[in-house]
């Protein structure tokens, strides 16, 4: 093992300037191994493979699985979950190196797909690193750790030595130099602590539902449920993720969405008193972004669910679907709640469904009229987990026992 690796494993607390210097030192000393950098308070961890000096595998804990995920699932949706895990694995980087080089073999993935989504990985790696470091002022120790010596061309594990062969080597320069470049822009157009791994959702509905719906914006926002980065959602509409960050600044700042480190869990209700295989609920909503939060709960928990959004059509998929629940919003364009709950209770094939009506409000009044047109409850916007699933709970039970 050269002298340099035995250094660089002896080296202090080092600061972000420090740090990068070192990286590119195992350029120049072609080092071939595990590079991990970890911050001082030891909460973030980042892990390069090396070869000869060159990038050959990227990942840190900022923003765990979904650097590969993201890239992966984009050019192949395809892919089994088993997969992006084992390669998403920064605990086991030299696997995972191996898990890639194995796609590529196989068929699964060209070398341009697999070089351009190595770019883009490692490029938002070295961000992140960036990030942390000046948001929260942290420094790094560097750590090496290698699988031959780290001078030698030639690998002496067989399985180790065709997954080098096979996969890219990028250079560290130009990916530091655009990580640099990018956390500059990022840092010019947004705030310093903004990191795009945060998990964007809706705060105030009030005010999305008050938006004309027509706008882009509601549409973007309509999709923000809090299980989805900044950088997830920006690389499913085809977005750059600075582009699709300043887009939420104004939305952030009026409060319309807030920003977690964490994703929204969707919680499963373990305790219906009835089986919810072949249980169908409808979603009977305008708003694209209701039915969705309901559909992500609903199926989360083995119901099986449909939305209608176009009010003339209610009365006729309600009857041939005839669902076994109906969420039914109060407010809609052309036909509102309290009609099409009067239709559905003069309707025999439907008038023993249980019918919860949805509003954004939640008035006395509201309250009266729902029951009086023969509505089962009435339920709060924005819908939660629990509400939802102690609502069908509840009423499907009642009615399994009648």
Not at 278 to 302: F, H
Request: hydrophobic share 40%; charged share 20%; with cysteine.
């Amino acid at each position: 093992m050269s002298a340099y690796v035995n250094q660089l494993e002896q080296q202090a607390v080092l600061d972000l300037k420090g740090t990068i210097v070192q990286i590119q030192k195992l350029k120049t000393s072609r080092f071939s191994g595990e590079l991990k950098i970890q911050s001082a308070d030891l909460k973030y961890c980042f892990s390069f493979v090396l070869r000869l000096g060159r990038i050959s595998w990227a990942s840190s804990n900022a923003d765990p699985q979904r650097y590969w995920q993201r890239r992966l699932q984009k050019e192949h949706p395809d892919l089994p979950k088993e997969w992006l895990a084992t390669i998403s694995n920064e605990q086991k980087p030299f696997e995972s190196s191996t898990e890639l080089a194995e796609l590529m073999i196989e068929g699964s993935i060209d070398r341009m797909q697999l070089t351009e989504a190595l770019t883009t990985v490692a490029e938002e790696v070295f961000f992140d690193l960036i990030q942390i470091s000046k948001t929260n002022g942290d420094r790094f120790t560097a750590q090496l750790s290698t699988q031959q010596q780290a001078d030698s061309s030639e690998d002496t594990d067989a399985e180790a030595s065709r997954s080098s062969i096979v996969l890219p080597l990028l250079e560290v320069d130009p990916l530091l130099k655009m990580a640099i470049q990018g956390w500059q822009e990022w840092q010019a157009n947004c705030s310093t602590n903004f990191s795009p791994n945060l998990f964007p959702a809706i705060q105030k509905y009030e005010l999305l539902e008050a938006m004309a719906p027509e706008s882009p914006d509601k549409k973007i926002l309509s999709q923000l449920n809090g299980t989805q980065t900044i950088r997830d959602l920006a690389s499913q509409g085809n977005y750059p993720a600075l582009s699709f960050a300043r887009s939420l600044l104004f939305h952030l700042q009026s409060g319309v969405i807030n920003l977690s480190k964490t994703p929204r869990q969707i919680q499963v209700y373990t305790t219906p008193a009835i089986p919810k295989k072949g249980i169908t609920v409808a979603c009977i909503d305008d708003s694209p972004l209701v039915y969705q939060s309901l559909k992500q709960i609903l199926e989360a928990n083995g119901y099986d669910c449909y939305g209608v959004q176009e009010p003339l059509t209610i009365m006729t998929r309600l009857i041939k679907s005839k669902p076994d629940f109906i969420f039914l919003d109060l407010l809609m364009p052309i036909v509102n709640g309290y009609e099409v709950c009067g239709q559905i209770r003069k309707t025999p094939s439907l008038k023993d469904i249980p019918v919860v009506i949805l509003t954004g409000k939640d008035g006395l009044v509201d309250r009266m009229r729902s029951k009086l047109v023969g509505a089962t409850d009435f339920m709060s916007k924005p819908v939660s987990n629990d509400a939802v699933l102690k609502i069908l709970s509840k009423y499907l039970t009642i009615r399994s026992q009648s």
